[in-house]
């Protein structure tokens, strides 16, 4: 199982990204995604989590800003973000359980990371 991110880059204060994680390889069921970031000097952080009976849960920090959602049929997770501040400045990480051919229980996958760069 492979996670691929993408997505990130540079914009300005207040404005938008769009990113997105695509699963690929022997996938049976996807539990839930998730997308954390890691800021320079910082721990990595819990952004967004979107299980697979559609709840969400967010930062505190994003909330209203941030919306995460899921395409189950092209096992795709989006990470809408609006009005970006340069404290969202980090490498943005995908993270799903997922349920693989050959095993009994969800293991955890992790993405590349992306860099999300919030700048004048």
């Known amino acids: 199982v492979q996670l691929q991110a993408s997505g990130g880059g540079l914009v300005q204060p207040g404005g938008s990204l769009r990113l997105s994680c695509v699963a690929s390889?022997?996938?049976?069921?996807?539990?839930?995604m998730a997308w954390f970031r890691q800021a320079p000097g910082k721990q990595r952080e819990l952004v967004a989590t979107l299980t697979s009976g559609g709840i969400t849960t967010y930062a505190d920090s994003v909330k209203g800003r941030f919306a995460i959602s899921r395409d189950n049929a092209r096992g795709t997770v989006n990470l809408q973000m609006n009005s970006l501040k340069p404290e969202d400045t980090a490498v943005y990480f995908c993270?799903?359980?997922?349920?693989?051919?050959?095993?009994?229980?969800?293991?955890?996958?992790w993405g590349q990371g992306t860099l999300v760069t919030v700048s004048s």
């Open positions: 993270n799903a359980g997922v349920l693989s051919s050959g095993f009994t229980a969800p293991r955890g996958f």
């Open positions: 390889g022997s996938i049976l069921s996807i539990n839930f």
